[in-house]
């Protein structure tokens, strides 16, 4: 199973660039779980220090673009995270992995911090036509993109029982930066 790391957001909240501040971080811990590790990168933007793809270009920023460009790119299932978790570890990367490749869910997305985490989940391809169908209709949001029946949830409670930290907490400003940091 490949891991695609997002790294074509603007980090407008955090006033610096997330794959200069987190993409090793992300990327290491990526790469002891997963065969391959890609960076996803938007049309035009700098490569990563590893295998980068591009999205077509678009003028909409979103991470469904990335998403897309991802499973576009798969040939199986994959993994796909945003650069933004910069305290995931191997541990829950190995477990989220073990997961989804026991699950026939097309979908399987971890809950923390009380919101479905999109951007640290497997996916299957066979999702990409619904992906493509939503942004040709301008609906860029994740959720939903699978049926409640194709989706596995992973609930927060058991999860914070087996995992220390905060290695699922989506940091997209300094001040959330800080307060781990």
Known sequence: MNAYILIGGESRRMGR???ELFFDR???????????????QRHGGPAAPLATIYESP????????????????????????????????????????DR????????????????????????????????????????????????ADEAEILGEDDLRAQFAGEPLMNVNTVEEWESIH
């Open 26 to 40: 992300v990327a290491a811990a990526a790469a002891e779980v997963f065969e391959d590790v890609i960076a996803v």
């Open 100 to 147: 989804f490749e026991r699950s026939n869910a097309l979908l399987l997305a971890p809950v923390w911090s009380g919101k479905t985490q999109m951007l640290c989940a497997g996916y299957d391809p066979a999702l990409l036509p619904r992906l493509q169908q939503r942004i040709a209709a301008k609906r860029y949001d994740l959720r939903g993109v699978a049926a």
């Open 58 to 97: 678009h003028d909409d920023q979103a991470p469904v673009f990335g998403v897309a460009c991802a499973l576009a790119h798969a040939s199986d299932r994959c993994f796909i995270i945003a650069v933004d978790y910069p305290l995931i570890t191997t541990a829950i990367l190995h477990f989220l992995r």
């Open 17 to 19: 660039s997330k794959t």
